[in-house]
């Protein structure tokens, strides 16, 4: 799973959610996410992975974003 924007740190994207922008969660090719936890990784594809962290999420307006970090 990613996220929407593409953060290049986990700090970054606890920033966002912190600050109140929207984050959102996708997989692709594999549909859509659920609500709950989900393991997120980033940056996204090219460039390699060098953060994981699991996230909260919760639907809003149709769409899955991300509420919290919780590791």
């Known amino acids: ?10 700090k970054a994207l606890r ?5 109140g922008n929207k984050v959102t969660v996708f997989a692709p090719g594999l549909g859509s996410p659920k609500v ?3 393991a997120v990784e980033g940056p996204h594809y090219p460039r390699p992975h060098s953060w994981y962290a ?3 999420t919760e639907e809003r307006d149709g769409e899955i974003v991300v509420v919290r970090v919780i590791a």
């Open 36 to 38: 709950g936890e989900e």
């Open 1 to 10: 799973m990613y996220v929407q924007p593409n953060f290049p740190t986990k």
């Open 54 to 56: 699991r996230v909260k």
């Open 15 to 19: 920033d966002a959610i912190k600050a």
